[in-house]
């Protein structure tokens, strides 16, 4: 029962991820090399360089094939945030299939240990202020459930990880 009342939840809600993922290629706190920072849901071939953090970041398009960009609802955007980070201000949506797939790869091309954080904000971005609830999974693994307390509440999650030449990340 709990099966499908979940299944029929993800078929009707539209998912979204990832407003900001930062996964490292290696943990041994390189300034940017080594760095895969994604702002999730951007303009396609833009680049960046955050002002706060010196971060630089491009759009996920060269990590998934699925999925729709949107920005979150001006109410809870800059200049009525002004505290909110240029990743967190658009975010891509899955309004079908029950799994999405980011493919992320080490730039070196072999196994190494790396840090992935992801964080995320609904920001009633579909107009419903009905944010949704939905897994991450490395690989088959389950990481963890993202839920949100409301439209403005930011999630962030992070986890350490032995990352083989060819990993994914999943969203379910």
Known sequence: MMAGKNKALFG???????????ATVSVHGQLQT?????????????RYVDIDTG???STDGDHIDTGINRNISSKYAYPNNPNLPQTLSDLRSFPHGDKN????????????LNLIRA???YGDYDGLN?????DLYLDASLWVT???????????????????????MFVS
């Not at 080594?34 to 396609?44: A, E, R, Y």
């Not at 493919?103 to 196994?111: I, V």
């Not at 839920?147 to 083989?164: A, C, G, H, M």
Request: hydrophobic content about 40%; charged content about 15%; some cysteine.
């Open 146 to 168: 993202i839920k949100f307390k409301n439209s403005s509440d930011v999630v962030t999650t992070e986890i350490v990880d032995l990352q083989r030449p060819m990993s994914s």
């Open 55 to 57: 971060i630089s970041y």
């Open 130 to 134: 009905n944010p949704p609830q939905f």
């Open 34 to 46: 080594g760095f895969i920072s994604i702002d999730c849901g951007g303009p396609v071939n833009f």
């Open 12 to 22: 009707s809600i539209e998912l979204l991820l990832l407003l900001w993922i930062s």
């Open 119 to 121: 964080s995320f904000l």
């Open 101 to 112: 797939c980011y493919s992320l790869r080490p730039a070196d091309g072999n196994a190494s």
